[in-house]
């Protein structure tokens, strides 16, 4: 071994969902929206300048920070921007978790969170979810550098009462406590409020999912002014220019349109309705789904094998091959087509 390998920071990377590239495929496994982006978006693209690329994009991306200060009815200076809520996320942890003792997070949870935590070398435990895969909130009564989870969380769908969420963010109020809510236009009350309340909470949010943008990069996070400026100084430390000019055009475009986009959540939530009554049919359970994904095991069907043979059919679907977990598959909710062709295929597999 060569004396510089021992210097080389050793991780061990997130393993995103895949992204196969093929024309004619079901794509239910990365909790992306089957709708477009919102038609003035599109517009947008079309006529964009692009002149202007050879300019540096505005650092404080105020085009993008105002656009979602009006829709949440919030100041600018409560909102930080960055390329998808992984960007934001890593920040926040950059930025949050510097104390000696272990943050908090769910055993079952968003991979990322301890990719990020290795990372920065930052110490966690995770406390395990109930038998129903519930975040129990006296877990979160232990001291901690921190806490975050995700609301609904993945991969289980399961979205935690906003009072339980309320507690655990009272009851750590030495620390930040991060609420990640990936998911929180598919189901589930969002915290956001309550960053009037507690200094000590961030929230975030993601135009990947329920804005059908993940291929643009965009989240963001709200807080308190101080929470806000206290990233935009590690950001600045880091990378000033981390949104790009389209982001910024056509992330604004995005939040403006706001017919279209509960129009697209409704479908997919009426989708989801009828995939749960479909899945029951088929002798499947899952914790009662919030996102736009559904956790689903078939007592007697091997989960793995179930999803190599959808995989044949060029229907995809997740797969964690981790503890307590490996019986499951997440499904997105597609549009009602391709359920459709998923619950064929189910339906022939299983001779039902
Ligand atoms: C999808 C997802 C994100 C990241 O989304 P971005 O595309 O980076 O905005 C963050 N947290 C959870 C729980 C997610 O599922």
Not at 156 to 178: F, K
Not at 199 to 221: E, H, P, W
Not at 270 to 288: D, H, I, Q, S, V
Not at 303 to 326: C, G, H
Request: proline residues 6%; negative net charge.
């Amino acid at each position: 071994m060569k004396a510089w390998e021992a210097n080389i920071r050793k991780v061990v990377p997130y393993v995103p969902g895949e992204q196969p590239k093929k024309d004619r495929m079901i794509k239910l496994n990365t909790n992306e929206n089957p709708y477009g982006p919102a038609p003035g978006v599109k517009a947008a693209a079309e006529h964009m300048d692009l002149e202007r690329l050879r300019l540096y994009p505005d650092p404080t991306a105020d085009l993008l920070v105002s656009a979602l200060a009006e829709r949440y009815g919030l100041n600018k200076d409560q909102i930080f921007v960055g390329v998808g809520s992984d960007d934001v996320l890593a920040m926040a942890f950059l930025t949050f978790f510097n104390s000696d003792k272990p943050i908090l997070f769910p055993d079952i949870t968003y991979s990322f969170y301890s990719v990020w935590a290795d990372l920065y070398r930052i110490p966690y435990k995770r406390p395990a979810l109930d038998e129903q895969f519930r975040i129990r909130k006296e877990d979160y009564d232990q001291e901690n550098g921190g806490v975050i989870f995700p609301n609904p969380n993945a991969p289980t769908s399961l979205a935690l009462g906003i009072r339980d969420v309320e507690d655990i963010i009272a009851r750590n109020q030495d620390v930040i406590v991060i609420v990640d809510e990936a998911y929180i236009d598919f189901g589930g009350e969002s915290a956001l409020p309550l960053i009037e309340k507690y200094d000590n909470l961030l929230v975030v949010q993601t135009f990947s999912k329920s804005r059908s943008m993940a291929g643009m990069r965009i989240g963001y996070a709200m807080g308190n002014p101080v929470l806000i400026k206290a990233m935009n100084d590690v950001k600045y430390s880091f990378n000033s220019y981390t949104m790009n000019l389209p982001s910024l055009i056509l992330g604004t475009e995005a939040v403006k349109d706001e017919a279209y986009f509960q129009e697209t959540v409704g479908k997919i939530k009426e989708t989801r309705e009828r995939a749960k009554e479909r899945l029951t049919r088929l002798g499947f359970t899952y914790p009662e789904p919030s996102a736009n994904f559904i956790f689903a095991t078939r007592p007697g069907t091997d989960a793995k094998t179930l999803f190599e043979a959808l995989k044949e059919e060029s229907i995809y679907v997740r797969y964690f091959d981790a503890p307590r977990i490996s019986q499951y598959l997440r499904i997105t909710i597609g549009t009602d087509e391709q359920m459709e062709a998923f619950f064929r295929f189910l339906e022939h597999y299983l001779n039902c």
